[in-house]
């Protein structure tokens, strides 16, 4: 997909980012407050109430390779829980430089995706702090990355949530649909975007997509 085309796959890795940073603002939810975007600040009395579920026994996690990919989530599967009407055809192999990180992208075409999982290493506290949050959202400040919609999600890993941003970045505006989900020493999630996705899904169905894989993790 032009390879995954050195400028689209250049783009993905700006996406997640800013997409790690906004994936720490699960647990101030969890801990009372709501994120009000990139610029660092935060209030208190309004956020989803959700108890995130203690330290898991721990999930390993081996090297992103298609074949693990397919095992993780098949590609039958992945056009099933999110149907288009160009569905994806191949499971390429996104960021393969890390044996314990990477992407599994599901391939509409050269320009196209339907769907990404990506893993991303995490040696921090579980669960992760407040004060950790504060900080990743000073980071972000001017990243132009703004929380619109975040739902604390239950009884998925040591923490997840439902994550809907907006975003831009060289003059280019975009959404982005997200379900992270924390397993001990990573994070992954289950992302499309306005940029990169052929359709955007939904709460329910990036989170059968988190299940699915996180249920093929442990037997994996």
Request: charged residues 10%; proline residues 5%.
């Amino acid at each position: 997909m032009r390879q995954l085309g050195r400028g689209v796959a250049a783009r993905v890795g700006g996406l997640l980012a800013m997409l790690l940073c906004v994936s720490l603002v699960m647990s101030a939810c969890a801990s009372g407050g709501t994120s009000s975007g990139a610029g660092g600040s935060s209030s208190s009395g309004s956020a989803p109430t959700a108890t995130a579920a203690g330290p898991t026994a721990t999930v390993g996690l081996q090297q992103i390779t298609v074949a693990y990919c397919t095992k993780l989530l098949p590609l039958a599967t992945a056009n099933q829980i999110i149907p288009a009407s160009s569905p994806a055809t191949t499971i390429t192999q996104g960021n393969p430089n890390n044996a314990l990180s990477g992407a599994c992208n599901y391939v509409v075409s050269s320009s196209k995706v339907l769907l990404v999982v990506y893993f991303i290493p995490y040696t921090g506290p579980d669960p992760i702090p407040q004060s950790d949050i504060q900080s990743e959202l000073s980071k972000a400040a001017g990243t132009n990355v703004t929380v619109t919609t975040l739902n604390m999600v239950s009884g998925i890993g040591d923490q997840a949530a439902y994550v809907e941003v907006t975003a831009s970045e060289n003059g280019v505006s975009f959404t982005i649909h997200i379900f992270y989900v924390l397993e001990g020493s990573f994070i992954f999630d289950c992302f499309t975007d306005s940029y990169l996705s052929e359709v955007m899904a939904n709460q329910s169905q990036l989170q059968q997509c988190a299940t699915t894989v996180d249920a093929n993790l442990r037997t994996s």
